[in-house]
């Protein structure tokens, strides 16, 4: 029998309770203790199932909840302000509930739960009009937790052969840190091959076209003289729309072997994805670029960034306890590394592959560099110390 995948409420306090819903928002358990920490929480819940999402009521996610998550794999859903009374009132059922605490907790797992049904019941439509039904809880699982698209999804499940699945399904079991980066790969892979088809198909029409306007062209230049001038002006109408087919044939072919360029570097990254770190690209660290997208970086991050001269404290202060390691093509001044929280490294030193917003750079390469960092800081330092004393 397959594992059920919940919804856990948190509310964390002197006093911490805890609500627990199964993937159709059922109410499944809810309690509450004095001191509770983290592994006790885990604990109470897990019996009921796997934590797919952890909701809490507060704006600002409490480091309890954001513990939890990260510790179960949960993705954390919170609202954009603290729920008010009256709302959680709306959304939960009190009788449910033994105390103040807990009541908290169901509102908030409800609150979650409000925020995936609409897309639980497009999956259930999908496997449904292709009598899919048994793969339910195994395609919720891949979409809601890694971001997998239904279809792709229903492919990784029925199709284990493939390389491409058997990649990605590696990269969600083993549960490491970069899985999410190659979980988005194999999308944009499925993507561009689709594309790719759709290119190939509109070049077999256009040459079709053109070759059909060249015999056309022919026969009008054989045609009798009485009709000399006409034909020569649908000639010159003819050839005008040969060469404008002709170029747009052309673009549609450079568009097919930069896709094919594309899928190449992804193809190469995920069969050796061990070895690649993957680089999220930034034009520079102000808040308008960096607060967007914060919930895109992760923990140990590498970040490429055009510009980092240009930033805002609020922004850096948001992403120095993830990132450490910044990527740039720009000078870095000395001042700016004194004053700054992150290691910079200059990216032409290293042997960057792919383009768009995501590049990837060999491990070995970069961590071989920050070993020399690391040992040229502390003959630096040692040697310090030794003049001062």
Partial sequence: MEKKLTIVGIDPGTTT??????????LLKTGSSKNMGLSQLIEAVISEGKPMFAGTDKANVPSLVSGFASNTGAKVVHPQ??????EKSAI?????TNNEHEFDALASSVFAYNKIKNFIARVDAVLKAEKKENLRLS???LSLGYGISIRNAISIIEKPENEESRIVSRAVIEKKLSRNDFVKLYNKVK??????SFLRKQNSSLKGAIKSLEHRNIKLANKKP???EKAKELIIQKEKRVLSISRLADRKEEEKKELAEKIGVLEKVMSDKDNYYALKKLKNLGKAEILPKIGEIAQGDMLFVESPSSYSDEAVKSIRDKVSVILTREQVSKKLRREMPFVFLNVDDFGIIGSGS????????VDGKLDKMNLLNKIVEEYRKEKLS
């Avoid at 939960?92 to 449910?96: E, I, L, M, T």
Wanted: charged share 35%.
């Fill in 17 to 26: 309770a805890y609500s627990v819903l199964d993937i159709d928002g059922n």
């Fill in 81 to 86: 302000e603290d729920l008010k009374s009256a």
């Fill in 92 to 96: 939960a059922d009190r009788p449910k």
């Fill in 139 to 141: 395609v919720l699982e």
């Fill in 191 to 196: 993507m561009q091959q689709r594309e790719i």
């Fill in 226 to 228: 009485q009709y000399g």
């Fill in 358 to 365: 995501t590049l990837f750079i060999r491990k070995g390469e």
